[in-house]
């Protein structure tokens, strides 16, 4: 393997050990082969970042140091054997969404803060058996609800590119882990945006996969017909290793579809020259930050000057995306948590007086307040009464949403915009306007909508906070998105940025 751009412009082959953090995944992993270093020096590396620098980040609720390291030894062993898959012995954190078999895992809720889960999810199985080594569990907004990592019942998460700012959420300590350099790659999931709003306001490359790509199975629902699991990396190189050992069919997931999974890395270095590229329109048109917008812009240019042509596009029912996601999201949302009863598992109330005071208690006191307001809007659009007018017309819009992107993909292979209206926010500045905060999910939120691949790359900074150009992909073009979007890192050097403080 010849690992591409990394992190880090130094020769990563020369390396000193107190620098492991610089490296891609991709370079470690080909540090681990070539005998540079060992996967328990790896491991310790990363477990001694996170002991110094997750208090002030808040990345992280669980650290899993011990079984870490009884991992990285096995690890070892298999490297010196010859014949180890490529992914041996490399760390990372899992998004605190995922089960985990005899580890803590919360949802960053209340409700499951003493939930260790039986079992993990095939996401968890897939990349342990491809030899992945988990450092521990990622903070995220409670069940995923949330563009800010505000939402935790463990507290916010901070964004290492400015501690006053969020990282973006849900997939926030996912995202801060990654860019602080305290894990050199992430799982997340997104369900209007998870993985790629945070990818762009903490500079990395966020990859949501067409939805049944991953399996669903053991990731806590939120939205079953939205959520999709993937990848926080510095680059797309590092989430084309990392797809290989996730993607696939997974008879316990009754929605993961039976496709063939493509060589994603050998996808990477096709040339990009005709490449038709879609601009939404619509993403430019309103609510886009001027800054943002010519950031956007300049990423553009280096498609052209690689080859490619610029077509617009518009997708006329795209500004409706925001409406109908906050009907469809809660709707399922409210179903989906109603198996937190304080009966079966998760938190129970002390001494209720009868059966009702045990519900209402538990979930009155084992959910936040985000939480809340999604299953009251989604109890009520699901109601008899109100079933015709709002849940069943967001179903409507919602098909009209994905014929728009299948017309458009008719005559462009990739549809490109930006990620984020805006670059990071201040902790505290919408968490009291539920709408101003559901609005920074405006160009994320119509790829979940169609079930579409979409990706975050950083393309810039604006006064020292990253930008996010987004690629959007027809269904199952995992592979041309990681390939556009390594072409564009081959040109750039964004995503080799540090924040300062964790060089
Ligand atoms: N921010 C969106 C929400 O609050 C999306 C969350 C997600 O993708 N999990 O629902």
Redesign the pocket.
């Known amino acids: 393997m010849s690992p591409g751009p990394g992190p880090s412009n130094k020769d990563p082959s020369n390396i000193p050990m107190s620098e492991l953090h610089h490296l891609t995944l991709a370079q470690l992993a080909a540090g681990l082969r070539a005998r540079q270093f060992s996967s328990v020096e790896v491991t310790r590396h990363f477990l001694t970042r996170i002991e110094r620098l997750n208090p002030q980040l808040n990345a992280l609720i669980t650290v899993t140091g011990e079984r870490a390291l009884a991992a990285a030894q096995a690890a070892d062993r298999k490297l010196a054997s010859g014949g180890a898959p490529t992914l041996t012995g490399l760390p990372l954190v899992h998004k605190d969404i995922f089960c985990t078999d005899g580890v803590l895992t919360t949802c960053a809720s209340r409700m499951l803060s003493n939930f260790v889960a039986p079992y993990d999810a095939t996401v968890v199985e897939r990349l342990s058996q491809a030899g992945v080594i988990s450092l521990g569990k990622a903070n995220m ?1 409670e069940f ?4 800010s990592n505000e939402t935790s019942y463990y507290g916010p998460v901070r964004n290492p590119w400015d501690l006053k700012k969020v990282p973006g ?3 926030g300590g996912s995202a801060a882990a990654v860019a602080a350099r305290i894990a050199p790659a992430a799982t997340g ?7 790629r ?1 945070p990818a762009a306001l903490t500079s990395l490359t966020g990859l949501k996969p067409t939805y049944g790509r991953v399996s669903r199975f053991g990731i806590v629902a ?2 079953s017909s ?2 999709q699991a993937g990848t926080l990396t510095y680059t797309a190189e590092d989430a084309a290793l990392l797809m290989q050992a996730m993607a696939g069919f997974d008879p316990r997931d009754s929605t993961s579809v039976d496709e063939p999974v493509p060589d994603y890395s050998a996808a990477l270095h096709q040339p990009l020259a005709g490449l038709k590229i879609g601009l939404l329109r619509e993403f430019f048109e309103r609510g886009l930050d001027e800054a943002t917008a010519k950031l956007v812009r300049d990423a553009l240019k280096v498609y052209e000057s690689l080859g490619a042509k610029l077509i617009d596009v518009s997708l006329p029912n795209l500004p409706l995306s925001v409406p109908t ?2 009907v469809v ?1 809660p709707a399922e949302c409210s179903s989906n948590l109603s198996r937190f009863d304080g009966v079966r598992f998760g938190y129970r109330c002390e001494n209720p007086v009868d059966l009702t005071d045990l519900y209402k208690r538990s979930r009155g006191e084992g959910f936040g307040a ?1 939480v809340k307001r ?1 299953i009251m809007t989604g109890t009520y659009v699901l109601s008899a009464g109100y079933y015709d007018a709002y849940y069943l017309r967001a179903q409507k819009v919602r098909r009209l949403i994905t014929d728009d992107f299948a017309r458009a993909f008719a005559g462009v292979d990739v549809l490109m915009g930006p990620t984020s209206p805006t670059p990071a926010f201040d902790i505290g500045a919408k968490v009291d306007d539920p709408i101003t ?2 609005l ?2 405006i160009y ?2 119509g790829a ?1 909508l169609a079930g579409l691949p979409a990706m975050s790359i950083p393309c810039g900074f604006l006064g020292g906070l990253p930008v996010g150009l987004q690629i959007i992909g027809a269904h199952f073009a995992e592979a041309k998105l990681l390939n556009v979007a390594h072409a564009y890192q081959c040109e750039s050097e964004w995503h080799t940025r540090m924040p300062r403080g964790y060089e």
């Open positions: 907004d995923a609800m949330g563009s959420g849900s997939s999931t997104d369900t209007g945006g998870s993985i709003q939120f939205a939205l959520d996601y906050y999201a985000e999604r905060m559901y920074n999910d994320t939120i979940n």
